[in-house]
């Protein structure tokens, strides 16, 4: 009897071994295969792209703004610097609009102060009277002198030349940008290789100050590798 309960004992003892060794191979086996794991991350590379050129960039963008940044493929750009051409744009209308106005009737209040009609047809500022004379007819109501109205022509001028140096700057920049991204596209590729490398610095010349006490500068040195 007790013969048969240590046989029965012994084949399930080596039965739970085999088992068990079968699950360590087996799980042997995925590690050999898989390595681990973790999920298999594929590495990105971008390669630079030989057949797209800064100089054709350039032109577009100096042909129209914006036309670089679509061949670059940066479509976001557009709207920006068509947002900042626009604004700017709509200054220069406005401060030339009024700086032409204020500049007539500086000149029709000039002929006034010399006791000259502008109103008559033998004036030699007459069509501007005729022009702007609902605003005339109004600077006089307020006793508006001619330096008033000199200084407000010369701040529409002034506003309107700052505005056209702003859209040039705009203009420009937009040709900087397409160039830059072209270039990059063209010449340099990002890839995992890319390192960032932060060294903290002490700077070992001491700087004496008060009480001949010493002060030390820290520093920080960063290093970008591109390849």
Do not use: C
């Not at 739970?16 to 087996?26: E, G």
């Not at 500086?106 to 007459?126: F, I």
């Not at 010449?187 to 030390?216: C, E, M, Q």
């Amino acid at each position: 009897m007790y013969r048969y309960i240590f046989t029965l004992l012994l084949l399930n003892t080596l039965a739970f071994l085999a088992s068990a060794q079968t699950n360590t191979d087996s799980l042997g086996n995925k590690i050999r295969r898989y390595g681990s794991y973790a999920p298999v991350i594929k590495e990105k590379v971008y390669h630079p792209d030989s057949a797209h050129k800064p100089y054709k960039a350039v032109i577009r963008s100096l042909f129209l703004p914006g036309l670089g940044q679509v061949y670059n493929r940066h479509w976001w750009k557009v709207p920006v610097i068509y947002s900042g051409i626009g604004l700017l744009g709509s200054s220069i209308v406005y401060n030339q609009k009024y700086y032409n106005e204020n500049l007539a009737l500086s000149r029709l209040l000039q002929d006034r102060a010399n006791n000259t009609d502008p109103s008559l047809v033998q004036s030699p500022n007459h069509k501007l009277y005729l022009q702007y004379k609902t605003q005339y007819e109004l600077y006089v109501k307020n006793n508006v002198s001619v330096s008033q109205a000199q200084n407000a022509f010369e701040n529409h001028r002034r506003n309107r030349d700052l505005s056209i140096f702003g859209l040039a700057t705009v203009w420009a920049i937009n040709v900087i940008d397409a160039y830059i991204d072209a270039k990059f596209i063209h010449s340099f590729s990002v890839d995992n290789n890319l390192t960032l490398n932060p060294v903290s610095a002490v700077d070992k010349r001491a700087i004496y100050v008060g009480n001949n006490r010493a002060s030390y500068n820290l520093g920080l040195k960063v290093t970008f590798t591109l390849q």
